[in-house]
């Protein structure tokens, strides 16, 4: 095992994770014990024909057996069960002051806010600050330091954090998502030695992050039953099946990944999405298709901010609740010359639209871009001009200008006046209402 991992980065790295942040939230601000209390999030009933919950507490998705995304209809009555609505920005609030505390331990460079729940902080470098201000002249361990955050974090907020700690941050990521989050201190700490212990016995891929549904199914065709099989197989054979996931599968298996927190690291992500539940549902073709094209350009807008461009594209439409056509909807994707512009991206999905929809009456798109590489060597368009794409990205560009300095609503499409949800979402916080916490 030494041979294997004598040149891999050992770093002292934790990854926290609020625990159901949006949920526990609510219930500190409402002098509820988080842990103790039943308390779903739920968003605004138009949206969802009753409302859809965002986040449960830990309490009750055990009484209840719910989850997150569960409609309200699905939820059964409890007189103790509480409803929230979403207040996106004063989770925001929350989430700068739980970052704040982190930084008493780690510089800017060592902190990396991962999502509104979770934190990447590699303290490695602050290991001895940390001891001479909070070890009382004493040596501490990984853990004693995770407990300390911990309770910091508790005093202040009333949130109840869980802590993975590794090696690197892949390693950390597994420890907290496998052993933390149900251990009795809500720690768990993993090294390179403890891989074949804690990671190799697992059957359930899809339970290990970075490692979805449809990923666990094409390993289990190649005879792939668990992460021992995974670490212990062929990695050129995955390469050949996989590409380059492939090679980061196998990297995973064995725990190894050489990112550093102080490069941002980010989760070895190959698409970005958009999803939307719509506030009614829709059955009229020329609406359902704005609304496609408005989640189009948001993916492309968003392309375009991260320098980044897509080589396929993917549209889903599921159906409403009272579908009269015996179809649950469609998902399918088609590859496209790499791009970032508003115009091939949404095409493709026009395309796909025409092709796949039988007259549903629809209630949830999802649109995602594929295959993302870094932007800058983009292949030509045989079938568009060079002084073509230069129009459309300089009209792109320009719309991104305008919408960052004055909001979305500053310049849009007029279908959108008609079908589309564009505007409805203006003032939302991640599709979801802002509060009037602050702002």
């Not at 698409?271 to 989640?295: C, F, G, K, M």
Request: one cysteine or more; proline letters at 4%.
């Amino acid at each position: 095992m030494i041979d294997v991992y004598q040149n891999e980065p050992r770093r002292a790295i934790f990854v926290i994770d609020s625990k159901s942040f949006y949920a526990s939230v609510e219930c500190v601000a409402c002098n509820k014990h988080p842990l103790q209390t039943m308390l779903v999030v739920m968003s605004q009933q138009e949206n969802t024909n009753g409302g859809l919950v965002l986040a449960a507490s830990p309490l009750a998705k055990k009484v209840l057996g719910i989850s997150n995304v569960t409609r309200r209809r699905d939820v059964p009555y409890h007189p103790d069960l509480l409803i929230a609505e979403p207040r996106m920005n004063y989770y925001i609030q929350k989430n700068q002051e739980i970052n704040d505390i982190y930084r008493q331990f780690v510089a800017d460079e060592d902190l990396h806010i991962y999502s509104i729940d979770e934190s990447i902080l590699d303290i490695t470098d602050s290991y001895q600050y940390i001891i001479s201000k909070f070890g009382n002249g004493h040596n501490l361990t990984l853990q004693q330091i995770a407990r300390i955050i911990q309770k910091k974090v508790k005093q202040k907020t009333g949130i109840y954090t869980s802590v993975g700690i590794g090696d690197n941050p892949a390693m950390a990521k597994l420890a907290l998502d496998l052993t933390a989050k149900h251990d009795h201190n809500l720690i768990g700490e993993w090294h390179y030695e403890t891989i074949p212990q804690f990671l190799w016995p697992i059957e359930k891929l899809s339970d290990v992050w970075h490692i979805g549904s449809r990923t666990a199914k094409k390993l289990n065709r190649l005879g792939i039953f668990s992460m021992r099989d995974l670490a212990l197989h062929n990695p050129y054979h995955l390469i050949e099946k996989f590409g380059v996931i492939g090679s980061e599968l196998y990297a995973l298996a064995w725990g190894i990944d050489r990112s550093l927190v102080r490069k941002k690291y980010h989760a070895k992500s190959h698409s970005l999405s958009n999803s939307q539940v719509l506030p009614r549902d829709y059955d009229n073709p020329t609406e359902i298709a704005v609304i496609i094209r408005e989640i189009g350009e948001q993916i492309a807008s968003r392309l375009r901010s991260k320098n980044l461009i897509a080589h396929q594209i993917s549209l889903g439409l599921g159906v409403g609740y009272h579908n009269p056509i015996n179809s649950q909807g469609f998902h399918a994707q088609v590859t496209i010359t790499p791009t970032n512009l508003n115009y091939p991206i949404t095409q493709a999905l026009h395309q796909l639209f025409i092709a796949h929809y039988q007259g549903e009456v629809i209630r949830h798109i999802a649109v995602s871009a594929d295959g993302l590489e870094p932007a800058g060597d983009e292949q030509l368009d045989l079938f568009v001009s060079p002084d073509d794409l230069v129009k459309q990205r300089q009209l792109d560009t320009t719309i991104d200008v305008i919408r960052k300095k004055f909001g979305i609503d500053a310049i849009f499409k007029s279908s959108s006046l008609a079908g589309g949800t564009m505007l409805d979402r203006v003032g939302l916080v991640g599709g979801h209402n802002g509060g009037n916490a602050y702002g």
